[in-house]
């Protein structure tokens, strides 16, 4: 049973490009949600995505933005990148029905901006 | 808003001490408390989760940590340290269970010496 995966798992891009993160979600899961986390800090919380729709968000620019796929996987863009968008990105996702559904993390993408 | 605060961003214990990981927590409702663990290169692993059923709490690797709200705290101990131990360890807070999005504190780092 493969849990959340992420591609690519490093990527290095200069300031003022585009990134797109991707994730499949565990199996299963429907609910997906994204995490920056910078060096030496903790996670924080980026958007939510439920039925291809945009649930919850986080205090990010709208630089910051995503997309949620039939089949759950998902995707999160990153428009003109700067310096401090350098981080750990963490895909999570869970079953939304069910009351004892925790968050599974996948490995994050490093993503350097230089 | 909800906050966490992680007393320490660095602890070392020696190999069989008691391990003591310090989290406090700020919620205007009732929280639900998670800790984490990160090893290096990878995502989030789900130790243990405060869900008001017990206040002491036992997750997995023999770790456990109790709720106590008089002092707004969750501190995470374990009574033998291993040296697999060694990880980043975090301490989240949501008011929704269930909710994806969690405010995370900002780690402690546990080093183990042999």
């Known amino acids: 049973d493969a849990g959340v995966t992420q591609s690519p798992t490093h990527l290095i891009k200069t300031r003022g490009q585009q990134v797109t993160l991707r994730c499949s979600p565990k199996s299963g899961h429907d609910t997906v949600s994204w995490y920056q986390q910078a060096l030496g800090q903790g996670p924080q919380f980026i958007f939510q995505?439920?039925?291809?729709?945009?649930?919850q968000r986080g205090n990010f620019p709208d630089r910051f933005s995503g997309h949620q796929f039939p089949n759950y996987s998902s995707e999160l863009n990153v428009n003109a990148l700067l310096l401090g968008d350098s981080a750990l990105y963490l895909c999570?996702?869970?079953?939304?029905?069910?009351?004892?559904?925790?968050?599974?993390f996948g490995n994050g993408t490093r993503l350097t901006v230089t | 808003a909800q906050s966490v605060t992680q007393l320490g961003s660095h602890v070392s214990v020696s190999e069989g001490a008691l391990v003591l990981l310090r989290c406090n927590y700020s919620?205007?409702?009732?929280?639900?408390l998670f800790w984490y663990v990160q090893y290096p290169n990878q995502g989030l692993q789900l130790l243990l989760k405060y869900t008001s059923a017990a206040t002491l709490v036992k997750g997995i690797n023999g770790f456990e940590a109790e709720f106590k709200k008089s002092e707004t705290s969750f501190h995470l101990t374990k009574p033998s340290a291993h040296m697999s131990d060694a990880a980043e360890y975090f301490c989240a807070v949501s008011v929704v269970w269930g909710a994806q999005k969690l405010v995370f504190g900002q780690g402690t780092r546990l080093t183990i010496n042999p």
């Open positions: 999570a996702s869970r079953l939304t029905q069910g009351n004892d559904s925790p968050l599974h």
């Open positions: 919620s205007s409702v009732p929280p639900y």
């Open positions: 995505y439920y039925e291809e729709e945009e649930r």
